[in-house]
């Protein structure tokens, strides 16, 4: 059964750069049927997705965040990552992977890991 | 892209039916059939309830179903149980291939 497990930094300084890793398990990350993604939810407010790419290496952004952020693949690791630069106290979040593995289509989560809190303070 | 707007808040007693609205545009929800439902208990990671509107993945009770009119989706969960007190937030495709999400509903069950 495909698991995924968030890892990072709880938290971050000002200015710098937000990089977390989310481990795949119980499936190939280089399967064409999945898509992967990052979603957060800042404390006590609602969901906002971030990014998605696809098997092949297609990346869909949210135009909010484009600038900054950047999602990538491991395959000899079984991982996909995120990255989002110049933070700010505003992406203080709980942040999420999540994974279209049935439907193969990426705006769709079918499967969550359980998130992870990052902070964003000096 | 704006956020869907949903309801910040809905209620019901056990057994009861509530629906949950979530408007959008011609471009997200009006545009498209890719609205989908998710279920997030405190502290927990969200569940896909629906997709393309009004389907239900394996394992979702058939208590919980989805609709679309125009701009607007609905979540309906008939027969309230306790458990299904929660926040819920619809999604959906939009034509500048981007997701979008609503605000959230808090669900509370008397």
């Known amino acids: 059964q495909l698991q995924l497990q968030e890892s990072g930094p709880g938290l971050v300084k000002p200015s710098e750069t937000l990089s977390l890793t989310c481990t795949v398990s119980?499936?190939?990350?280089?399967?064409?049927?999945?898509?992967w993604g990052w979603v957060r939810q800042p404390p006590g407010k609602g969901l906002e997705w971030i990014e998605s790419i696809s098997y092949s290496g297609s990346t869909y952004y949210n135009p909010s965040l484009k600038s900054r952020v950047t999602i990538s693949v491991d395959t000899s690791k079984n991982q996909f990552s995120l990255r989002l630069s110049s933070v700010t106290a505003a992406d203080t979040a709980v942040y999420y992977c999540?994974?279209?593995?049935?439907?193969?289509?990426?705006?769709?989560?079918?499967?969550w890991g359980r998130g992870t809190l990052v902070a964003v303070s000096s | 892209q704006s956020a869907l707007t949903q309801p910040a808040s809905v209620s019901g007693s056990p057994g009861q039916s509530i629906t949950i609205s979530c408007t959008g545009t011609?471009?997200?929800?009006?545009?498209?059939?890719?609205v989908s439902w998710y279920q997030q208990h405190p502290g927990k990671a969200p569940k896909f309830m629906i997709y393309d509107v009004s389907n239900r993945p394996s394992g979702v009770s058939n208590r919980f179903s989805g609709s679309k009119s125009g701009n607007t989706a609905s979540l309906t969960i008939s027969g309230l149980q306790a458990e299904d007190e929660a926040d819920y937030y619809c999604?959906?495709?939009?034509?500048?291939?981007?997701?979008?999400f609503g605000g959230g509903t808090k669900l509370t069950v008397l």
């Open positions: 119980g499936g190939s990350i280089s399967s064409s049927t999945y898509y």
């Open positions: 011609s471009s997200d929800v009006g545009g498209y059939n890719f």
């Open positions: 999604s959906s495709y939009t034509s500048s291939s981007i997701v979008v």
């Open positions: 999540a994974c279209s593995s049935w439907y193969s289509k990426y705006w769709y989560f079918d499967l």
